[in-house]
């Protein structure tokens, strides 16, 4: 079984580009999170996936990002006209969840995506 | 939302020394995990803790959720221990993670 699956490691792209980040999830894993982090921080939500169907988005998720999981297995995260601000590693998990507490929902992360914008 | 604090913020070791790393949180929880985040960034699974003790080797977590805090344990320390610790909390449904702000370890020779 291998584990969540991250792709690029990195993206170096000029302010005003638009980037995509995919994510592999573990297989079987019905829920999908993607974070960010900046340096010195921890990591902070940004949005979530149960299958398909997109659960909820952070405030932090402008209109400028958008995140899909089309067939409910891999996912991935645009990002539009970046900014210096995007600048930052985006994390992606996964989860195991069913209703009746089967599974712990613990979630595991993959390596990351760092984006460096000029 | 809930909210997590970790306390060192930095925590310097000799190799062999034995530590303890806190985590209050603000509200009940139903997910508490602790990781270790690797120098190329990945967030290693230490334990998933949300109430009780378990150990892992060298590693033991306990959360106390009536109190409303865990700590993680770290007994002779080596120079791989070294790296930033998070715990990160969920509360409600989604079972989303809400980090601490992470302690920084540094284990030296």
């Known amino acids: 079984d291998t584990g969540v699956s991250q792709n690029p490691r990195h993206k170096i792209t000029k302010r005003g580009q638009n980037v995509t980040f995919r994510c592999d999830p573990i297989s079987e894993h019905n829920r999908l999170y993607w974070y960010r982090q900046t340096l010195g921080q921890g990591p902070e939500f940004l949005t979530y996936?149960?299958?398909?169907?997109?659960?909820?988005k952070s405030r932090l998720l402008s209109d400028r990002f958008s995140a899909e999981r089309p067939k409910g297995s891999f996912s991935t995260l645009e990002i539009q006209r970046t900014e210096q601000g995007d600048s930052a590693m985006y994390l992606c998990?996964?989860?195991?969840?069913?209703?009746?507490?089967?599974?712990?929902?613990?979630?595991?992360f993959g390596e990351g995506s760092r984006l460096t914008v000029l | 939302g809930i909210q997590v604090e970790q306390s060192p913020p930095d925590l310097i070791l000799q190799e062999g020394a034995n530590s303890t790393l806190r985590c209050n949180f603000s509200d009940s929880v139903n997910n508490l995990q602790w990781f270790h985040q690797n120098p190329w960034g990945q967030l290693i699974n230490l334990f998933y803790?949300?109430?009780g003790t378990k150990q892992n080797g060298r590693l033991s977590a306990t959360t106390v959720a009536t109190e409303r805090y865990s700590l993680l344990y770290i007994s002779s320390s080596q120079t791989t221990d070294s790296g930033v610790y998070f715990c990160a909390a969920s509360t409600g449904g989604g079972n989303k993670l809400t980090f601490g702000t992470g302690t920084q370890l540094k284990v030296e020779l």
């Open positions: 803790i949300p109430s």
């Open positions: 996936f149960q299958n398909e169907a997109q659960l909820e």
């Open positions: 998990a996964s989860s195991s969840w069913t209703s009746g507490g089967a599974n712990t929902g613990e979630l595991f």
